[in-house]
Every structure is written in C-alpha cells, then in structure tokens.
T-cell receptor
Framework: SQQGEEDPQALSIQEGENATMNCSYK?????LQWYRQNSGRGLVHLIL?????REKHSGRLRVTLDTSKKSSSLLITASRAADTASYFC????????????FGKGTTLSVSS | GAVVSQHPSWVICKSGTSVKIECRSL??????MFWYRQFPKQSLMLMAT?????????EQGVEKDKFLINHASLTLSTLTVTSAHPEDSSFYIC??????????????FGPGTRLTVL
C-alpha cells in the first residue's frame, strides 16, 4: 500500500535556485524519511524527521513536518546539477517493525 | 551506517524460468526484511515482509506462490520469482531493520536487482 503523495510530480529549475517538494500522508507515523534516487540506481537516505520534531536541517537540506496536516516538505537550497534525481518521502508507521511506505516521488531536474 | 547487499545486481532470464535474488545484512542482524518492487518511473511498492523463521506476509495483490520468500537466517532473505514473465521485469529492492535498533531503528536498503525477463 502506498500512502504518500508528493507534490509536484516533476520540477525543473536552474542551478542556484531552491527546490521545494511536498509530501502528504494518511496515517499516524513514527517518523518520516526522505530519499534520493538517481535514474536506475539504488536509494540514498537523506534525512529522517521524527514525529515529535517540526524541522530538521542537514547541509543544504531542510525538512519540515506538520503532523496535524500530515504533511512534510523538503527544501534543497542553492541547487546543483548533481541534485537531479527523483526524491521520495517514506513514512514509518507507529507500529514497530512495519515497512516504510513510499510516496510517488518528485522528479527534480536542475539545469546549469 | 549498516550495509545491505543484494545479489545479483542485474539478471536477464528467459520467460518461464525462475530467478532467485538474495538480500543480506552484512554487519547487523535483521529479524525483519522487506521486499519492494519498482517499475520504471514509478515509486517503490512494498511486496512483502519477510520474518526470520516464519512465513512472509504479502501485500494485497502480490502472489505468494509466484514470489517465494525465504528468510532462513538473521542475515539472509531470498526472493524467488517463479515462472517469470516479461511483466515481472522490474527493479527489486530489499531492506532490513536492525533487530537491536529499538523503536526508532532505521531501515537500510540494498542497492537493488534489475530483472529483465525476455
């Protein structure tokens, strides 16, 4: 079952601009995670934000979480061509031991 | 971080044959592993949860007799695609949770296996 919905589905920007991706989910969560995937490759874990956290930073990444709206956003600042990839949010349910459920993803294209 | 490996990284097979994919946790024990499938330009869809020493739990719509899962040890789970057909061509990704990781334990992903059925 897939419960996350990303918005937008595709995003094209110029190098140096900021990219914002949004994710909505349906059920209560333990934490929410963001992953990057280059075309045809495996997943790269970017950041994890717990249900009791509202904002988290990691380098050029900023993630917010609003559990009342069941939504999260990923902001990539000063984007680079190397940031071109698909980005997925994944939710970790409150029930321990359950699988991460992935959103549909946002395809980001950064042109130089 | 913890490492999960998959073997093979890619496989091409003829229609009707069976293919086995291995998923190993290299430096931690995993009582639970997960198998996902990803079609081109789509997201990861959970196929099944693999529990060490017990039967796997399959998601709705996933044929358990076609996708055989065996979690024989705390570091190895296998997915066998039986009588593969072209529509089974996909990217298969496994993941594992560290058994000692506690409630906030991270889920570690393998690099994926690209299956092409001719």
């Amino acid at each position: 079952s897939q419960q996350g919905e990303e918005d937008p589905q595709a995003l094209s920007i110029q190098e140096g601009e900021n990219a914002t991706m949004n994710c909505s989910y349906k059920t209560s969560i333990n934490n929410l995670q963001w992953y990057r995937q280059n075309s045809g490759r495996g997943l790269v874990h970017l950041i994890l934000i717990r249900s009791n956290e509202r904002e988290k930073h990691s380098g050029r990444l900023r993630v917010t979480l609003d559990t009342s709206k069941k939504s999260s956003s990923l902001l990539i600042t000063a984007s680079r061509a190397a940031d071109t990839a698909s980005y997925f949010c994944a939710t970790d349910a409150e029930q321990a031991g359950t699988a991460l459920i992935f959103g549909k993803g946002t395809t980001l294209s950064v042109s130089s | 971080g913890a490492v999960v490996s998959q073997h093979p990284s890619w496989v091409i097979c003829k229609s009707g044959t069976s293919v086995k994919i291995e998923c190993r946790s290299l430096d931690f024990q995993a009582t639970t592993m997960f198998w996902y499938r990803q079609f081109p330009k789509q997201s990861l869809m959970l196929m099944a949860t693999s529990n060490e020493g017990s039967k796997a739990t399959y998601e709705q719509g996933v044929e358990k007799d076609k996708f055989l899962i065996n979690h024989a040890s705390l570091t190895l789970s296998t997915l066998t695609v039986t009588s593969a057909h072209p529509e089974d061509s996909s990217f298969y990704i496994c993941s594992a949770r560290d058994s000692d990781g506690g409630f906030y334990n991270e889920q570690f992903f393998g690099p994926g296996t690209r299956l092409t059925v001719l």
